[in-house]
């Protein structure tokens, strides 16, 4: 019986493993999503623009604009390059922790 709780109890490191895993697939599904969102505008705006019969082509102007701000949410998210990743966030935390100590608030 002892051999069946232990099992189903996980170890601190591996909470730990799992907590940060389901945060990069959650992480990885809000780009995916944000991703399909971005070509199902593009798609949008080139075929607006086709049908309108003019010749002046704007419709790469949105595309620009809301791929700027799908890169910066990606770089965020994903932490692309080091700037926001795993490493940044532990770093942050365990500043905190030696600015206010293991006390619950900054007081």
Same mark, same amino acid.
């Not at 990069?24 to 049908?51: C, E, H, K, N, P």
């Not at 701000?69 to 994903?78: E, G, N, R, Y």
């Given at each position: 019986?002892? %051999? %069946? +709780?232990?099992?189903?109890?996980?170890?601190?490191?591996?909470?730990?493993?799992?907590?940060?895993?389901?945060?990069?697939?959650?992480?990885?599904? +809000?780009?995916?999503?944000?991703?399909? +969102?971005?070509?199902?505008? %593009?798609?949008?705006?080139?075929?607006?623009?086709?049908?309108?019969?003019?010749?002046?082509?704007? @419709?790469?102007?949105?595309?620009?604009?809301?791929? +700027?701000?799908?890169?910066?949410? %990606?770089?965020?998210?994903?932490?692309?390059?080091?700037?926001?990743?795993?490493?940044?966030?532990?770093?942050? @935390?365990?500043?905190?922790?030696?600015?206010?100590?293991?006390?619950?608030?900054?007081?």
């Amino acid at each position: 019986m002892s %051999s %069946s +709780i232990s099992t189903q109890q996980a170890q601190p490191g591996q909470q730990d493993w799992r907590a940060e895993a389901r945060r990069w697939v959650r992480r990885q599904r +809000i780009l995916y999503t944000m991703l399909g +969102i971005y070509a199902v505008l %593009s798609l949008m705006w080139f075929v607006i623009d086709m049908a309108d019969g003019t010749e002046n082509l704007w @419709f790469f102007w949105p595309m620009f604009g809301t791929g +700027i701000v799908v890169a910066v949410t %990606s770089v965020v998210l994903l932490g692309v390059g080091g700037l926001f990743g795993a490493d940044w966030e532990t770093r942050q @935390f365990e500043r905190y922790r030696q600015r206010y100590g293991d006390t619950d608030r900054p007081e």
